[in-house]
Antibody, heavy 122, light 110 residues
């Protein structure tokens, strides 16, 4: 059974770069699906950040247009993990960040990580 | 891209049925049969309960059902149970490999 686990700093200073990693077990990220990030500010709704396709999708990335200028999603196949970088963060980027396994055809999230809270504060 | 529109709250008594709407545009909900629904209990990650408008993942009770008409999708929970009390989010493919979510609906079982 596939499992996803986020890791990274829980506190980031304004204007710096938020970096998170999602370790995947029980499935090789090379073998299919899309792999993505979704966030949820405290007490608010979900926001799609972006995704990266598998080897069969040529590792193609796509990003939420509202975040595209600040976001990079990349993969490390040797460690079977993928990462999120969000630069120039502000307090508005404070949220629980979830990593996800996504069925590309219809873009629904089949599996979620447990989520990790990232606070942007000096 | 704007978020899909959901009512902030819904409620029903045990055993009753409740329907939650999710309204978008012809570019998202109306343009694709790629609407999904997620259930989120407090402090937990969301859980997929409906995908591709009407399909249920294995293990999801058939009390949960989905439908769509035009630019509006709906989630119906029949035979309400106390454990159904949670937040529910819709999402839709929005073209160009992007996805948008609804603002969420808090379902209260009275």
């Amino acid at each position: 059974q596939v499992q996803l686990q986020e890791s990274g700093p829980g506190l980031v200073k304004p204007s710096e770069t938020l970096s998170l990693t999602c370790a995947v077990s029980g499935y090789s990220i090379r073998d299919g699906f899309y792999w993505g990030w979704i966030r949820q500010p405290p007490g608010k709704g979900l926001e799609w950040i972006g995704s990266v396709g598998s080897m069969y999708h040529n590792w193609a990335t796509s990003y939420n247009p509202s975040l595209k200028s600040r976001v990079t999603i990349s993969v490390d196949t040797s460690k079977n993990q993928f990462s999120l970088k969000l630069n120039s963060v502000t307090a508005a980027d404070t949220a629980v960040y979830y990593c996800a396994r996504i069925w590309g055809g219809s873009s629904h999230v089949e599996n979620w990580g447990q989520g990790t809270l990232v606070t942007v504060s000096s | 891209q704007s978020a899909l529109t959901q009512p902030p709250s819904a409620s029903g008594s045990p055993g009753q049925s409740v329907t939650i709407s999710c309204t978008g545009t012809s570019s998202d909900v109306g343009g694709h049969n790629y609407v999904s629904w997620y259930q989120q209990h407090p402090g937990k990650a969301p859980k997929l309960i409906i995908f591709e408008v009407t399909k249920r993942p294995s293990g999801v009770p058939d009390r949960f059902s989905g439908s769509k008409s035009g630019n509006t999708a709906s989630l119906t929970v029949s035979g309400l149970q106390a454990e159904d009390e949670a937040d529910y989010y819709c999402s839709s493919y929005a073209g160009n490999d992007n996805v948008i979510f609804g603002g969420g609906t808090t379902l209260t079982v009275l």
